[in-house]
């Protein structure tokens, strides 16, 4: 190993050590955002313990899962097209990001094809930013009348997921996450009231998952602070 190589390994171990322990000592999980990284860099963490990878790529997510260790618990933490869920549902861990009701029959119906039961969370739009993705208030609301009419064999709500305004005013992203954190204790409260599947709040990033752990969140998805900036 160079030596400019073994130091930066230094500092991955660190670096990795450090949030983990944050995160752990918060009650919350580490997902690694291992998108458009190497396979190296993965296992490098993956030899540190790390288990839990998210992805962003059906094609990319496909070919990691195909060349890396089995154990690892893949994430799909972005937009996910209809068609492309047959090619991850035979293995993926959580899907992350689910805002229409035609993804999430889709997602049962692949499950239920593979015998699997996949937990997804739902998006929900909190930033302030114009997103085409994500549910608002209202949308929910009309997602969850729809899947008591009809209820989901297979796949299964397992939480919330959002994102916050891409600002340095903590303030704001602090608004966003408790609003965040609000709907998940009223869905909790109500449609999910003793469903113990329905437990994960997936909400930080790098620059913003200590504010996200200040308000409830149980998964963060940290990219950049460990593999570097894409
Ligand atoms: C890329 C990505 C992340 C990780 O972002 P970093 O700022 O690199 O930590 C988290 N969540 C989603 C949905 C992403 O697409």
Redesign the pocket.
């Known amino acids: 190993m160079t030596l400019t190589k073994s130091l930066k390994m230094n500092e991955l171990i660190a670096t990795y050590g450090n949030v983990r322990e944050e995160i752990t000592a918060a009650g919350a999980a580490l997902v690694a955002?291992s998108?458009t990284k190497p396979a190296s860099q993965i296992m490098e963490l993956y030899e540190l313990g790390q288990r839990d990878f998210?992805e962003?790529r059906v094609a990319e997510l496909v070919e990691k899962h195909e060349q890396l260790p089995q154990d690892i618990r893949w994430h799909f933490?972005?937009h996910l097209q209809r068609n492309k869920v047959k090619a991850i549902a035979p293995f993926v861990y959580l899907i992350?990001?689910v805002d229409s009701e035609r993804l999430l029959r889709e997602i049962d119906k692949q499950a239920l094809a593979n015998d699997r039961q996949i937990p997804v969370l739902l998006q929900f739009h909190i930033a302030e930013e114009v997103a085409k993705y994500g549910l608002d208030a209202e949308a929910g609301k009309t997602l969850l009348r729809q899947l008591k009419e009809q209820p989901l064999t297979n796949a299964y709500i397992a939480g919330l997921m959002g994102?916050a305004t891409y600002t340095d005013k903590e303030a704001q992203i602090s608004a966003e996450f408790a609003q965040l954190q609000t709907t998940a204790k009223n869905y909790l409260a109500s449609t999910f009231i003793g469903d113990d599947r329905f437990r994960e709040l997936s909400m930080g990033?790098?620059?913003d998952y200590k504010i996200a752990l200040a308000h409830g969140s149980t998964l963060v998805?940290?990219?950049?602070?460990l593999f570097g900036s894409?």
């Open positions: 955002v998108k998210g962003n933490i972005g992350h990001a994102m990033m790098s620059g998805r940290i990219g950049s602070m894409r």
